[in-house]
């Protein structure tokens, strides 16, 4: 679906998955739309990265508009169909729980797969198969605005201007300060994570774990305050762990550094043995330690006279274990282009993205709340009310986020939003 051209004219800052689906939803809406990123070129960085359901009835309608995109993806995500998902103590290393994979309907799967690789799908289909223009090494300090337009200053002084601004610039957004007048910084969220991402080779030359390379597997051992997550992935061949702990440095620097295997084994000591046979196999150079950010809800996403709005991690980080962050960047992704259509450019703009925030904010801040909550519920295991209903320990897949449809929602709920909202000003004046 791309329809008529609307006529507004969209700059999208940022070409993670916020920013690339903000431009391919913008295009199937009808807008004219460019990105200006700050990477010079694309490399394939990250590890796992979950989408749910949600986000996979977004992808489905991209390409073709009958799973084009979503059958490039799927055979780089990892499928524990008859597998499963084995919730395990994190010292005897029992299985306490299988909780079985969830059966998804063809238009909505979930897709988790490695970051870089399942981006660098969504990269290609925008820059050569939509033909978005793509403006790389362009790193964005500064924006404006005024009842007309909005617009960006980039690096090298040129100043661009278009109806609107998309901010999809992440975690440490700069545009934040734009929209809100001050510097919000982040806070640790006394986590951090190991991650690791390697190939197969060393798990399959050991009997004790060449079983989890035979095809894709999901186990994860929960324990005092860490838990720890491993999977392998693409039929056993790449395999992937991530193991949350307690950690407080100071998070203002890089959200990503190279991490140290001693203090990760360290963190391990008597927990099951299999966990530490896993990281044996793992790379020194493969192994990366991510502060998890987080921020208390922002007043608005919204700037003062409407014309530029924050998406994605810029306006709302997400713990992992919500395994949402992604997902509801596309989901703002879809609102805001269908906002942009039904309220039209020119003095439409402001309307469509206050429209926007009040059809979104509720949901995300919802949302990022399951972060919290299950990362609690694991880290205090009461484990002998597990026992009596191993249920309790179960990865949580609420329906109301999973079988959400943002853009039929807000097909459905603009008008009587921005109604209220107009409703809401006129009262104010
Ligand atoms: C390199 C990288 C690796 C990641 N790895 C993982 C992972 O393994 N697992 C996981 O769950 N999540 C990972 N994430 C985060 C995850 O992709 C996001 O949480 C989620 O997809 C929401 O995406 P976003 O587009 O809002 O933000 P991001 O994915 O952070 O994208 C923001 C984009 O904006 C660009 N940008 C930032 N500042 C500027 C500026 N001033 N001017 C122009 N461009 C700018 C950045 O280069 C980046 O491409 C990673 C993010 C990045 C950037």
Known sequence: MATDGTGVKVIVVGAGFGGLASAIECHRQGHSVTIYEAFPELKIL????SFGPNAGRIFYRWGDGNGSIVNRMRPLSIDTRGYGF?????DTGEIIVNQPAAEYPTDAPALNGHRGELHEIVFNHVKDELKIPIHLGKRIDEYFEDEEGSGIILDCGTKVRADVVIAADGVKSRARQAVLGYEDKPKSSGYAVWRSWFPNTDMVADPETAAFCARDTFNGWIGPNKHFLFSTIKGGQDVCWVLTHPDTHDIDESWSFPGNLDEVREALEGWDPLCARIISKTPQDRVVDWKLVYRDPLPTWVSPRGRILLLGD?????LPTSAQGAAQALEDAVTIAVCL??????GGVPRALRTHERIRYDRVCKIQKT??????MWHKTDWDAVRKDPKLIEFPRPEWIFSHDAEKHAEQVFDEVAQSLDADKARDE
């Open 314 to 318: 810029s306006a709302h980080p997400f």
């Open 371 to 376: 972060g919290e909550s299950t990362r609690d």
């Open 86 to 90: 084995n919730i395990r103590k994190f």
């Open 46 to 49: 990250g590890d796992i990265i």
């Open 341 to 346: 259509r039904k309220a039209g450019g020119g």
